[in-house]
Structure formats: structure tokens, C-alpha cells
Nanobody
């Protein structure tokens, strides 16, 4: 079973940048695509971004397109989410997750493996 661990969260000011990391265990990491989700207090889990097996395809929520980037280092079994020009409303727990099917559908139910989450707090 794949295990995912997020890191890189913290407290930043509005307009600052932050890079999150998602490290996957096992040699099967290349068989999954990775998505990032976030959940703010009192709100539903929200899709943020995803990256394909090879890193050749990416998908971003409209709210973050142009500000966030996602990349994959298969050799290190790591996916990065670079978040730029962060906004206070993006304060949330950020999760990475792995899936094998459903690329582009942004359905959290298709992601079978989840990390523990990392807190991102953006102050105004």
C-alpha cells in the first residue's frame, strides 16, 4: 500500500510563496498520478492541482491557475506544489493523494491513498 507524506506548510503573509512536498513510499509511485486537495475549516475538500505519471500533464483549479505550479521528481518519489501569491482565503490543510484512474475528473473518490495533510496559513 502506498503511503504519502506531505510537508512544507507553514504561516506566511498574503502574497508570499510556499512549496509543499509529497513523498510517496514504495516502488509503485510511478504508476500513480498525484493530486493536491485542500480543506478549510467548515468547507468541503477542494481540488487544487494534479500531475500525471510522467509529469507531462498537469491540471489546475481555476482559482490557482497561473499562480501555482506542480512538478514531479520520479527518482525521489516526490511531487511538489509551488504556491505563489498566496491569499488569506487559501488557508487550509493541504493533502496530497494518489490515484490510478480518472485523470482530469477531479473526483476525490478516485484517489485511494492520502497523506496526513500539512497546514498552510496565510495572514492578511
Amino acid at each position: 500500500q502506498v503511503q504519502l507524506v506531505e510537508s512544507g506548510g507553514g504561516l506566511v503573509q498574503a502574497g508570499d510563496s510556499l512549496r509543499l512536498s509529497c513523498v510517496a513510499s514504495g516502488r509503485t509511485f510511478s504508476n500513480f498520478y498525484i493530486g493536491w486537495f485542500r480543506q478549510a475549516p467548515g468547507k468541503e475538500r477542494e481540488f487544487v492541482a494534479a500531475i500525471s505519471y510522467t509529469g507531462s500533464r498537469t491540471d489546475f483549479a481555476d482559482s490557482v491557475k497561473g499562480r501555482f505550479t506542480i512538478s514531479r521528481d520520479s527518482a525521489e518519489n516526490t511531487v511538489y506544489l509551488q504556491m505563489n501569491y498566496l491569499k488569506p482565503e487559501e488557508t487550509a490543510v493541504y493533502y496530497c493523494a494518489a490515484a490510478t484512474t480518472g485523470w482530469g475528473k477531479r473526483d476525490s473518490s478516485r484517489f485511494h491513498y492520502w497523506g496526513q495533510g500539512t497546514q498552510v496559513t496565510v495572514s492578511s
